[in-house]
């Protein structure tokens, strides 16, 4: 069964790191494209950092950040072993909510990266881990 579990969510102060991590299983990483999106009560879940990977023929590959975390937050991947891992520094309290890694594979992508975050068309979700920011 093909499963994405996120850890590492938890209580941080303004300032704060947190590093997030999505454990993967029943499927082969390294073909699929991955994101983190984050969610906060009454509003829509958001992409903020999406990977694209790279296809000889039909995409160059790319990386996206929103700009409300470009700089603090870097997505990674782990195909070996089969994580995604998000690193958030310098946390403020708009980083609060609920986050989410997801995984999809479509042959043949040519969209972007920030293409993929914005559409939010990923197959493969987690059940989320909360991120809460207090000062």
């Known amino acids: 069964q093909r499963q994405l579990v996120e850890s590492g969510g938890g209580l941080v102060h303004p300032g704060g790191s947190l590093k997030l991590s999505c454990a993967v299983s029943g499927l082969s990483l390294r073909y699929y494209d991955i994101g983190w999106f984050r969610q906060v009560s009454g509003k829509e879940r958001e992409g903020i950092a999406c990977v694209v990977i790279k296809d000889t023929t039909y995409n160059p590959g790319s990386t996206y950040y929103a700009d409300s975390v470009k700089g603090r937050f870097t997505i990674s991947r782990d195909d070996a072993n089969s994580f995604i891992y998000l690193q958030m520094n310098n946390l403020n309290l708009e980083d609060a909510g609920t986050y989410y890694c997801?995984?999809?594979?479509?042959?043949?992508?040519?969209?972007?990266?920030?293409?993929?975050?914005?559409?939010?068309?990923?197959?493969?979700w987690g059940q989320g881990t909360q991120v809460t920011v207090f000062s």
């Open positions: 997801a995984a999809d594979w479509t042959p043949r992508r040519t969209a972007s990266a920030q293409d993929l975050c914005r559409d939010g068309t990923f197959d493969k």
